[in-house]
């Protein structure tokens, strides 16, 4: 029954996807596509590429407060699983970025693990002191009022938490099965040691912006400098769950439902959601084959079930 079910979801699906690319105003998408400014387009690709060195380190910076590991591990770990990422779905790139670090740096496999958990926990951090501070340089639509108030609370209350050692009194009450994982989690965010790996993932979400917005200035949309940060917040609350390699097709479909309320067509929208998926996945994935090689990835990709239980 289950079976069937998610057949005919998947039918009725495959039938909206199929109408929509039938009616949809593909020609005015390739124009807006055809003119647009290379110039600006190179400089977004060379803001956005700040995001991942800026990721990776904050990675490296939390995961050496329980066992050492190199910087350029960290980046090369980081790209590898980022572009295995993009050409697959599911936890493939954490697993690989976890199996590249422990094979490189000796790292061992709880902690690594735990650092990529950390990690994801650290850019939420970084988004809501992002979110926190974006109003005093943009005009934010009423709706994002809420997420910046939450956004505030979510940042002080880990901090205050972090800072005083709540979590060591609140991981003594887990069962004993869990308590030593999480007891190495809350010795990465102790004291002051969330400071530098928040801050390096303030400048991730920075760099992402600011690459969102010389995109849909490429792509000649005079949009103000808050349709990019709200196109930000939608593109990626849409990619939490992948569905596609590199997301492809839902990040188009957040990038131009978050632009419609600045005026901007759809059409347009999804140019700038295809340029802007062109200068964060190509550049990341030539890194990835000039690292790991054709071979290597490939290995990678066979190689996701293993990788992923042994997360």
């Known amino acids: 029954m289950k079976r069937w079910m998610w057949w005919l979801l998947g039918l009725v699906g495959l039938a909206l996807a199929l109408r929509v690319a039938l009616h949809f105003p593909w020609r005015a998408t390739g124009a807006a596509l055809v003119g647009v400014n290379g110039w600006l387009l190179l400089a977004a690709l060379l803001v956005n590429l700040a995001s991942p060195v800026a990721k990776a380190w904050g990675w490296h910076v939390l995961l050496g407060a329980v066992a050492p590991n190199r910087w350029w591990v ?75 108030i939450g956004g505030g609370a979510l940042l002080l209350t880990i901090l205050v938490m972090a800072r005083f050692r709540v979590w060591g009194r609140l991981v003594a009450r887990l069962p004993r099965s869990i308590r030593a994982g999480a007891m190495e989690l809350a010795q990465m965010g102790w004291g002051g040691r969330l400071i530098a790996p928040t801050a390096l993932a303030l400048v991730n979400w920075v760099a992402q912006w600011g690459s969102y917005y010389l995109v849909l200035r490429a792509t000649h949309i005079a949009a103000p400098p808050a349709a990019s940060f709200t196109a930000l917040i939608a593109v990626n609350l849409g990619g939490i769950v992948r569905f596609t390699p590199a997301n492809v097709g839902v990040m188009q479909a957040a990038m131009a439902g978050a632009l419609l309320p600045f005026g901007i067509a759809a059409e347009h929208g999804v140019a700038a959601g295809l340029a802007l998926q062109a200068i964060q996945v190509l550049p990341i994935l030539a890194f990835g084959l000039a690292i790991a090689g054709r071979s290597g990835l490939k290995r990678l990709l066979a190689e996701e079930r293993d990788l992923a239980r042994a997360a």
């Open 74 to 148: 960290a980046q090369e770990a980081n790209l590898i699983g980022t572009a295995v990422n993009i050409v697959g779905v599911g936890v493939s790139g954490e697993a690989a970025r976890v199996s590249l670090l422990v094979r490189r740096d000796h790292v061992p496999v709880r902690a690594a693990v735990l650092s990529v958990v950390g990690a994801r926990v650290v850019e939420a951090l970084g988004l809501a002191l992002f979110v926190v501070l974006a109003p005093l340089a943009l005009d934010l639509p009423p709706a994002l009022r809420g997420l910046q």
